[in-house]
Nanobody, 124 residues
């Protein structure tokens, strides 16, 4: 099993944009989760690669987009985050797994393969 590799993250002012990338070869489902101190890990979005099916948490709909990117022969799943809010801050984790009845599950316990996490800070 290959551990997902995450790229991106950083600090931005409210209203700004950031992009996170995850390289997770061989998995049909790739999801992004975020966690802040004292809170449970929450689902942000997932992508089912074979069909391009996507899911977004209500808190990010219309602002975040998850998609597949091909660059120099490398495939990654990109989470484009626009119109960022302070409440979007947290540690973002990429998780990868297998599909379930031609879709993916949003729950964190459905994923066994996790990246190390990357910090996103939205602050003025």
């Amino acid at each position: 099993q290959v551990q997902p590799l995450e790229y991106g993250g950083g600090s931005v002012q409210p209203g700004g944009s950031l992009a996170l990338s995850c390289v997770a070869p061989g998995y049909s489902c790739v999801a992004w989760f975020r966690q802040t101190p004292g809170k449970e890990r929450e689902t942000v979005a997932f992508l089912y690669k074979q069909r391009g099916t996507t899911y977004y948490d209500d808190s990010v709909k219309g602002r975040f987009t998850i998609s597949i990117s091909q660059d120099s022969g490398k495939t990654s799943v990109v989470l484009q985050m626009n119109s960022l809010k302070t409440e979007d801050s947290g540690m973002y984790y990429c998780a990868a797994g297998t599909s379930w009845f031609n879709t993916c599950k949003p729950q964190a316990d459905a994923y066994k393969n996790w990246g190390q996490g990357t910090q996103v800070t939205v602050s003025s």
